[in-house]
């Protein structure tokens, strides 16, 4: 049998795996949240020739992996820095993004912390580009207000 | 703090593992292969005919193998207990055929049951009964399928699982487990005719996880898995000392390689030695004998191919184990497929003598239980929160629970939905407060907590006995209609399908809110000033897909669905958002 992954799948493994990670991560945790990207990265893998031609792949994916760990529905914890191996992250920061809603973690942390354009994130969570902003700028000060700080560099 | 956007970046990063090519590539079958349950039921019968054929051993390049190192003795059991997920019911099977012979516990409104343990020497089986996000009970069942409760809360509002009685019954072990932030998993060994009465948290991490625990024949050892949800922290496991060990960290921890949580368990074998199942990743997954005191690894088992999950149970010397939905026996050297339905789990293995007991004998009533505690409810003021103008207080529990009080401290009622939780005073400014109860049941209180003076009165919550005709499954929430007639009401059905559907308040008929037929893939939005609900209808993902394709719909009490916005059938990535005409 001829080897099925090809150059083009690893390209966009490359290029979305971290996104999709990064996407799950920031919405349910690490636990969910590794689940839901092995499981997209699965359905990716086996349904790549039906993926290739869609025109929001990643969305797909995205709403791949929350459908098929709909089934963990424990409570999003963040762990603390030292857990996960940042100890030198602000540890008030995990309590922080708990404050935010799931759309606004994951708005905040892929546009703000990741650099994607609020195009990708509205693409991905399947809302528009005006609400991304929205939960960008809500999501920040919702976070500045819980780290008691006024900006960030 | 100097920089939010590269603190977030470094803390999501290290969060979740990267994930390469070659793991998906191990655990799953070429483009076109069907799927990685086929994939599974393929390599079990490509070993079945090896085996059947006379080929020993060891077979590698299809990345799986069954290796001869261990024999136990012969006699295998015939039956087993487990789960069946779809009615979320504890059953007897044959382990040959893989029939069900009769379901042991009943339906029951507010959850399932799960985790079964079995006391062989008296026929009865401890089941963790669900009661509703973050709580459930400890049952005990008696071969004729009698229930009662052991271990539980009044209000229910604690997650006590996991239960595991000692063979020689003296011992039962279980777990209050963590529910919200901060909580931790907390062990308790709970002695039935000794004075024992330990309670070990975990306290080196917050976010640990135990489970899985399974005795010593002597029942002096406990082993169980201590893992943490994270990537970065393997499960673990370790076995616990009861005349020694005072806390989890004491126990001693087994020297094995990287374990993925989902594919770790432990069992004991009759002769003292601990089987555990290990799997780096999405790699093939192994099992090997250990000893438990030294904590070493003796002899390899067997391997089986990769998989999501895996468990195991032992008696008489064969191993029971399931890997995904594949079930098989494995006894002298080599696994003997089970062709049972898929959607088992929590299995457990009968010695013969207890099938045979579980078969044939009929107690018709539980024997009063050595030691029964029942914990009482704990409030934390830290948790307590008011509602302000009405006299009423919302306690956010740790466990996750919301509970109504009045002003003396009297439980009015009690919630478990984190949505109320999060946004009470939202919920009640239109003078309705919406309640989610998990289970079979939901119930809906209608108040006005909006009022400025005076008691407040807060009617009884109404409970509606309705069962939609799709299996198993429990309701999320309902919201009432403009006209109080009907209830639009979420059910969250097998696969956590979701559907929406109408209950009639008097009759407590449930229907399908859409076209009649099959329940759609579907979420209740809510009311139109017009009577009319708004429902969001999804792709086929769980269950079918509207055949007019989906998106928001206007759906009249008689089914009659009109679109308001469509999308194409491909697109996943969408949600609606609800909205209320009073809004």
Redesign the interface.
């Known amino acids: 049998?001829a080897e099925?992954?090809t150059d083009e799948?690893?390209a966009f493994?490359a290029a979305n795996?971290?996104r999709l990670?990064?996407a799950?991560?920031?919405a349910y945790?690490?636990?969910?949240?590794?689940d839901a990207?092995?499981e997209a990265?699965?359905w990716a893998?086996?349904?790549?020739?039906r993926l290739r031609d869609?025109a929001?792949p990643?969305?797909?994916l995205?709403?791949?992996g929350q459908?098929r760990t709909?089934?963990r529905?424990?409570?999003v914890?963040?762990?603390?820095?030292g857990?996960?191996?940042?100890p030198w992250?602000?540890p008030a920061?995990?309590?922080a993004l708990?404050t935010l809603t799931e759309h606004q973690r994951v708005a905040?942390?892929l546009a703000?912390?990741?650099g994607w354009t609020h195009r990708e994130v509205a693409?991905?969570?399947?809302?528009s580009a005006s609400t991304v902003q929205n939960h960008v700028e809500r999501g920040?000060a919702k976070?500045?207000d819980a780290?008691e700080?006024n900006a960030?560099? | 703090m100097p920089d939010l956007a590269a603190a977030l970046r470094e803390y999501v990063d290290a969060l979740v593992e990267p994930l390469s090519t070659d793991e998906v590539r191990l655990g799953l079958p070429s483009r076109g292969g069907g799927g990685r349950r086929r994939w599974i039921v393929l390599a079990a019968a490509v070993v079945l005919a090896l085996v059947a054929a006379g080929v020993v051993a060891t077979r590698d390049g299809g990345g799986h193998k069954v290796k001869t190192i261990d024999r136990p003795s012969v006699g295998a059991p015939r039956q087993f207990v487990g789960v069946d997920e779809r009615a979320v019911r504890l059953g007897l099977y044959d382990a040959t055929t893989g029939k069900r012979v009769r379901y042991l516990s009943a339906v029951a409104p507010g959850g399932g049951v799960s985790s079964p343990s079995v006391w062989a020497a008296q026929s009865l089986i401890y089941v963790s009964r669900g009661l509703g996000t973050c709580a459930s009970a400890i049952d005990m069942i008696n071969a004729s399928g009698v229930e009662r409760q052991l271990i539980g809360t009044d209000p229910p509002n604690r997650p006590f699982a996991n239960p595991a009685i000692s063979p020689d019954g003296a011992h039962l072990a279980y777990l209050e487990g963590a529910c919200g932030p901060g909580d931790v998993d907390t062990l308790y060994v709970h002695g039935v005719r000794t004075p024992l009465d330990l309670s070990m948290p975990a306290t080196t991490a917050t976010d640990a996880v135990l489970g899985r625990f399974s005795w010593s024949p002597d029942g002096r050892y406990l082993a169980f898995i201590y893992g943490s949800p994270t990537d970065t922290h393997p499960a673990q496991v370790r076995v616990l000392d009861i005349e020694t060990d005072r806390r989890v960290e004491d126990a001693t921890t087994l020297t094995t390689g990287p374990c993925r949580l989902s594919t770790t368990a432990v069992a004991f074998r009759e002769d003292g030695m601990l089987l555990v199942s290990c799997a780096d990743g999405l790699r093939p997954v192994t099992v090997r004998a250990y000893d438990p005191v030294s904590g070493t690894a003796q002899a390899t088992l067997f391997t089986v191919p990769a998989t999501p999950d895996f468990e195991l149970s032992v008696a008489d010397g064969a191993v029971l184990y399931r890997s995904g939905d594949h079930l098989a026996l494995w006894q002298n050297g080599s696994a003997r497929a089970i062709p049972a339905e898929p959607f088992l789990r929590d299995l457990q293995l009968l010695p013969r003598g207890a099938a045979t007991a579980a078969s044939t004998a009929a107690p018709t009533t539980l024997a009063p239980a050595p030691t029964t505690r029942l914990i009482g409810p704990r409030l934390d003021p830290a948790h307590l929160g008011a509602i302000p103008r009405t006299g009423i207080a919302i306690d956010f529990r740790p466990s996750g629970t919301v509970v109504l009080l009045d002003v003396n401290g009297n439980v009015l009622g009690h919630l478990d939905h984190a949505e109320v939780l999060l946004s009470p005073h939202e919920r009640a400014t239109d003078g309705r407060l919406h309640l989610r109860v998990a289970g079979d049941n939901f119930a809906l209180a209608a108040t006005a907590l909006e009022r400025d003076a005076g008691p407040l009165v807060v009617p009884p919550a109404r409970e509606i006995n309705a069962w939609p005709s799709v299996g198993a499954g429990h309701w999320e929430d309902a919201v009432v209609s403009p006209d109080g007639r009907t209830w639009l009401a979420q059910w969250s059905g097998e696969c956590e399908a979701p559907s929406a559907w109408f209950v009639d308040a008097r009759t407590h008929q449930p229907r399908f809110a859409g076209p009649s037929g099959t329940a759609l893939e579907s979420y209740a939005l809510g009311w139109l000033a017009d009577g009319r609900a708004l429902v969001q209808f999804d792709p086929e993902i769980c269950a079918p897909a509207l055949p007019s394709g989906p998106g928001v719909y206007a759906v009249d009490v008689s089914g009659h669905a009109t679109p308001l916005y469509t999308i194409d059938k491909d697109y996943l990535g969408w949600t609606a958002t609800s909205w209320t005409s009073t809004g």
């Open positions: 049998m099925p992954v799948f690893e493994w795996e971290p990670r990064h799950f991560a920031a945790g690490p636990g969910r949240g590794a990207t092995a990265l699965a893998w086996e349904h790549w020739a869609m929001n990643v969305g797909y995205y709403r791949v459908s709909r089934r529905k424990e409570p914890l963040f762990p603390p820095v857990a996960v191996g940042v992250v602000e920061l995990p309590g708990l905040v942390v703000h912390a990741f693409d991905l969570l399947g809302v920040i976070l500045r780290l700080v960030d560099a």
